[in-house]
């Protein structure tokens, strides 16, 4: 441990807030979302997470987590769903690179429909889906927000 002299006097610290901004959230709170899109430990990485906010976005969606993006600060406390967080009933629920442990399938047991798109076959989270996709998110999801992208766009032009 090395000691570094600091000369700061007192009216050096003081902080003087001069405003606070707060933005109403875009889409409603994942507990009472009518669409959620939600990622687990198998989306590997921060840059990775953003495809899972990039698909929410074009879906007008709320992003829920697992408790592993959540520890690892991809997504923070109040986007977890499961056991210790969040139980969600959704008109839809797409749960990506999720694996389908107990403590989050009970968070989402009640949605009234469940997509899991997941490259492992045999993930838990198929046994309760409605609809379950066997890819690689990595791959597939692009291709979604183009599609779904594509879609609104016509919509709203019609």
Do not use: C
């Not at 001069?18 to 840059?47: C, M």
């Not at 997509?115 to 990595?138: C, E, L, M, T, Y």
Request: no cysteine; charged share 25%.
């Amino acid at each position: 441990m090395v000691k570094i002299p600091v000369d700061l006097k007192r009216e050096d610290l003081n902080i003087k807030i001069l405003d606070v901004i707060t933005e109403a959230p875009r889409v409603a709170p994942i507990g009472t979302a009518d669409v959620v899109v939600a990622g687990g430990w198998g989306v590997g990485s921060i840059d990775n997470w953003r495809l899972i906010e990039e698909l929410a976005r074009s879906m007008g969606a709320a992003v829920g987590a697992t408790r592993p993006p959540v520890d690892e600060k991809w997504a923070s406390e109040d986007q977890l769903i499961g056991q210790s967080g969040k139980t969600v009933r959704p008109r839809l629920y797409i749960g990506i690179a999720i694996s389908g442990a107990m403590q989050h399938l009970v968070g989402v047991q009640d949605s009234k429909v469940l997509v899991a798109i997941n490259r492992d076959p045999n993930a838990p989270i198929f046994k309760i889906a409605d609809f379950g996709i066997v890819a690689d998110f990595r791959e597939f999801v692009p291709t979604l927000v183009e599609q779904i992208t594509k879609l609104r766009s016509t919509k709203d032009t019609s």
